[in-house]
């Protein structure tokens, strides 16, 4: 039986839907977290920190103490505001 919190955070990922990047892909922090372009939030920290110690997505989501959502949800954010960039090999 799926506890009712993590069904709800389940369908939250399923309507982010194609705004969420595969964990194959590779981001990197670009220096310009602008605290003016994005209003600090408790999850910045943990997932900059994750980015920068191996930018693969799939590492990043495995990586950090809080839950896939909320992950997706600053990389997102993060990615919106040119925080971050796709790594291209």
């Known amino acids: 039986m799926v506890r009712p ?12 839907g ?4 595969p964990r194959t892909i590779r981001v990197a922090y670009n220096g310009l977290f602008n ?19 191996d930018g693969l997505i799939g590492a990043v989501l495995d990586s950090v ?15 919106k505001a040119g925080a971050i960039e796709i790594v291209r090999n």
């Open 35 to 53: 605290k003016m372009v994005i209003a600090p939030q408790e999850n910045d920290a943990i997932v900059l920190s994750a980015i920068t110690s």
């Open 65 to 79: 103490s809080i839950s896939d959502l909320e992950a997706y949800k600053t990389l997102i954010r993060f990615k």
């Open 18 to 21: 194609k705004r969420l990047p």
């Open 5 to 16: 919190h993590c069904r709800k955070q389940v369908d939250e990922v399923r309507v982010l």
